[in-house]
């Protein structure tokens, strides 16, 4: 039974809610950490695998893909351990950093959206020119990557935008009834 399989099968309460359609799982979070472990473990051994396999492969597109599949089981594996480091507290739930590391960290997520939207362009008109549909594919497969992250990266731009104005209404509370904190 794979991970997802468990998480579906987990229809008990807890805090936990685990939704890959229309269906909502609630999932106890002991648990949920014990399968981000799994999880993880599986991804990272996958990886070793693919890795040692990889070493006598000499095509070049070939390994290109594989070396793509290797760093997505790795990336996984890293975001497994990062919600299992949510779950125990070590790292917090909302994104609390200085102002001006966050404004400079939202400059940069900005600046990437802008450059990603560039990307997905110019694949779509790489696309439109390719005659050969094993080319197409390839790239079809940049296009979706490239569009998933110009989707995360606006997302967490929305998201850092949400704490900003958080902060400037807090501090036009401030202005406009000139509360002053006691010293």
Request: aromatic share 4%; charged share 30%; glycine share 4%.
């Amino acid at each position: 039974m794979s991970c997802v399989d468990e998480c579906k099968s987990l229809v008990k309460g807890g805090q936990t809610i685990y939704s890959p359609g229309p269906t909502v799982y609630m999932i106890s979070m002991p648990k949920l950490v014990e399968l981000l472990r799994k999880q993880r473990k599986i991804e990272l051994s996958h990886a070793d695998r693919l890795a040692e396999s990889m070493e006598q492969l000499k095509h070049p597109l070939i390994r290109a893909l594989l070396e793509a599949i290797l760093y997505d089981s790795r990336k996984h594996a890293a975001i497994c351990q990062a919600l299992i480091d949510v779950d125990a507290g070590s790292v917090p739930l909302r994104l609390d950093v200085d102002m001006g590391p966050a404004v400079s960290l939202h400059q940069d997520i900005k600046q990437h959206v802008a450059v990603e939207a560039e990307m997905i362009k110019r694949l779509e008109e790489m696309i439109s020119e390719a005659r050969d549909d094993r080319v197409k594919a390839f790239l079809d497969y940049l296009l979706d990557e490239e569009r998933r992250h110009h989707s995360m990266l606006s997302g967490m731009s929305n998201l850092i935008d949400r704490d900003s104005a958080a902060i400037d209404e807090y501090l036009s509370l401030f202005e406009k009834y000139m509360i002053v904190p006691p010293e």
